[in-house]
């Protein structure tokens, strides 16, 4: 039989609000469990019972107990953090972000906190804590494709043309490969920390099982999605699929293709003189951001692909199918937004953002 603790009547105003920080969504953690703790402590249930099922310590819980029936619930709220604000003067700071500008010590690609500190003979937290108020982020990364092409301009013009004001009663539409998708087969399931949060679990190891390509073509003005998943992707491959389009959209109809650079879609004039009604746009090189397939590919791996097992081909097959099967039930156009990305933007001095 377990022990009680002492037990202890709550006034009624002091309950009312304790209540309304246990049912209030917007209520912080903190609050949360400091009421549960002074609610459940007052019916003279044990610490430990009450820190098993917050997942805490029961000297935690035996210190809010204490701090209310001391202070009510005033004894509830942080205490002041004392000791002096800490200040950094004009020469530390000119230090740190002339050493960041420098290039790293020999064998070292970036600069981290513990580097800064040796080198400037500082402490690692004065590091932190001046990164922090000059919102430096040294382990955080950032990349993008600045074309060189001589005619990006026209190009990219041509297609974000086709895109805000396409002509009358034609289609158009974004095409391309996702090469090698692999059939990976492993565990999935759940798993439960030792926080106590449940999330997805993905064992470590797995079996490899073929891979598959997918040729997809988005219709930017319906969000429609049309697939063919193949083993190759080769030029005929390419074209095939090319065809199957021509034939769904019908030989009359006007057909404008968004395409990058790569070896299989170009070269086929003979192709596109015994198909007059299709129109080859190809992006910019080191732009195929502009094609907006590339977004629906990133959809279509975060939501369909990654997390997921497949014992074959076959089944990875199935599984796309049904992915695009479902995505179209319910397909949303995709508007073309403006994304401009200029060389300037990368400086060499970190200085320069901060002066």
């Known amino acids: 039989m377990s022990r009680k603790s002492n037990s202890y009547i709550i006034p009624g105003n002091d309950f009312l609000e304790l209540e309304k920080r246990l049912n209030s969504r917007n209520a912080a953690r903190k609050d949360y469990e400091r009421a549960y703790i002074v609610i459940e402590s007052g019916k003279g249930r044990q610490p430990s019972e009450i820190a098993k099922e917050l997942r805490t310590y029961s000297n935690k819980v035996i210190a809010w107990r204490k701090a209310y029936l001391q202070n009510g619930l005033a004894g509830l709220e942080d205490k002041a953090k004392t000791g002096r604000k800490a200040s950094y003067g004009q020469s530390f700071r000119d230090n740190v972000l002339k050493k960041i500008s420098e290039p790293p010590p020999k064998g070292y690609g970036r600069w981290d906190a513990p580097l800064l500190a040796k080198a400037l003979n500082s402490s690692e937290d004065a590091i932190w804590r001046l990164l922090k108020k000059e919102g430096i982020h040294l382990n955080r990364q950032r990349s993008w494709c600045i074309s060189t092409d001589k005619n990006f301009a026209v190009k990219a013009a041509d297609i974000v043309g086709l895109y805000l004001n396409p002509p009358v009663n034609a289609i158009v539409i974004c095409v391309d490969e996702k090469p090698s998708i692999q059939a990976l087969e492993r565990k999935t399931g759940y798993v439960e920390t030792n926080n106590g949060k449940v999330m997805r679990g993905i064992q470590s190891t797995y079996r490899r099982n073929g891979t598959v390509n997918l040729f997809a073509a988005l219709e930017v003005a319906t969000g429609i999605v049309t697939a063919k998943t193949t083993?190759?992707?080769?030029?005929?491959?390419?074209?095939?699929?090319?065809?199957?389009?021509?034939?769904?959209?019908?030989?009359?109809?006007?057909?404008?293709?968004?395409?990058?650079?790569?070896?299989?879609?170009?070269?086929?004039d003979l192709w596109l003189n015994e198909n007059r009604n299709v129109s080859f746009h190809y992006t910019p090189t080191s732009a195929s951001w502009l094609n907006l397939v590339e977004v629906w590919f990133g959809i279509f791996t975060r939501k369909s692909l990654k997390g997921a097992s497949f014992e074959s081909t076959q089944k990875l097959e199935e599984h796309i199918k049904a992915y695009v099967e479902s995505s179209n039930q319910q397909p949303t156009p995709f508007i073309w937004k403006k994304r401009e990305v200029n060389g300037s933007q990368l400086k060499n001095n970190i200085v320069n953002f901060r002066n």
Do not use: A, P, W
């Open 231 to 268: 083993k190759t992707k080769t030029r005929e491959d390419f074209l095939l699929y090319m065809d199957g389009l021509v034939n769904e959209y019908g030989s009359e109809r006007e057909l404008h293709v968004i395409l990058d650079n790569y070896c299989t879609h170009k070269k086929n």
